[in-house]
């Protein structure tokens, strides 16, 4: 089970950071990643780190967003900068395509004003 939190209402240029909570130590040996979908969009990947720790990031956030976990706390962040309007969406962790049958989480609304 993964549990998202941390987002809010932020101003464009702004910064916010998620917390996902895994029960279990599973980001030592699963590929995650954060998701996000804007209303009336497709879900789409926007971070994912490997079991080793190597992270890659959609072009429309990179530079902007890093993806980070804590093997120890079961936690994975993601830390976001330099926050655009088009940013807004509800944010999910969730293991990378080719993991594990996993139920969706409920996300965290993250709200970016012009």
């Known amino acids: 089970q993964l549990v998202e939190s941390g987002g809010g209402l932020v101003q464009a240029g702004g910064s916010l950071t998620l917390t996902c909570a895994a029960v279990?130590?599973?980001?030592?040996?699963?590929?995650t990643g954060w998701y996000r979908q804007a209303p009336g969009k497709q879900r789409e990947l926007v971070a994912g780190?490997?079991?080793?720790?190597?992270?890659d990031y959609a072009d429309s956030v990179k530079g902007r967003f890093t993806i980070s976990r804590d093997t120890a706390k079961s936690t994975m962040s993601l830390h976001m900068s330099s926050l655009k309007p088009e940013d807004t969406a509800v944010y999910y962790c969730?293991?990378?395509?080719?993991?594990?049958?996993?139920?969706w989480g409920q996300g965290t609304q993250v709200t970016v004003s012009s």
């Open positions: 969730h293991p990378l395509p080719g993991g594990p049958r996993t139920d």
């Open positions: 279990g130590s599973i980001f030592s040996f699963l590929n």
């Open positions: 780190i490997s079991s080793g720790g190597t992270s």
